[in-house]
C-alpha cells in the first residue's frame, strides 16, 4: 500500500491534477468576487472549490500513507491549515449561507479572515514546491 501510494503520489498526472487544484484554489475565488459579485454564479465557485478541497484531502492522505514520519513535519502542518482555511467555502457549498454570517461574531470574522490570509501564504508555497519539483 505504502509504494502504491508513493507511486500515486510521484506521478506527474497526480501533480499536474493538485498544482491546477492549488492554483485553483489560491487566486479563482479572489479573482471572480473581484470580477463580479452575480451572486447566481457562487454556487459554482464554491462547487469547484469544494472539489479542489476534497483533492487536496486526498493528497493528504497520499502522503500519510506514502511516509507515516509526514505527520510530525512541517509540511504536514501547512497542509492541515490549508484545509482548515477552506473549510468556510465548504461550509458556504453545505449550507449556501456565508460562514461569516452564521457566526454573527465579528472576532471570529477577523479570526477566520487572518487564518485565510496564513493559509494562502501556505498555499503559495505549496505551488512553489510543485513546480520547483517539475
Not at 12 to 34: E, G, M
Not at 96 to 122: E, I, P, W, Y
Amino acid at each position: 500500500l505504502r509504494a502504491r501510494a508513493r507511486r500515486l503520489k510521484a506521478s506527474n498526472k497526480t501533480q499536474l491534477v493538485l498544482l491546477v487544484a492549488s492554483i485553483y484554489i489560491l487566486i479563482a475565488p479572489d479573482l471572480y468576487f473581484l470580477s463580479t459579485r452575480d451572486p447566481s454564479h457562487d454556487h459554482i465557485v464554491y462547487s469547484l472549490s469544494f472539489l479542489a478541497s476534497l483533492l487536496l484531502l486526498l493528497e493528504l492522505c497520499l502522503k500519510l500513507a506514502a511516509s507515516p514520519s509526514y505527520a510530525s513535519s512541517s509540511w504536514f502542518a501547512l497542509d492541515l491549515a490549508v484545509l482548515v482555511s477552506l473549510l468556510p467555502d465548504i461550509i458556504w457549498w453545505a449550507a449556501k449561507t456565508d460562514v461569516f454570517v452564521l457566526a454573527g461574531s465579528m472576532v471570529f470574522a477577523r479570526a477566520a479572515r487572518a487564518a485565510r490570509a496564513g493559509a494562502r501564504a501556505s498555499r503559495v508555497l505549496r505551488v512553489l514546491t510543485l513546480f520547483r519539483k517539475w
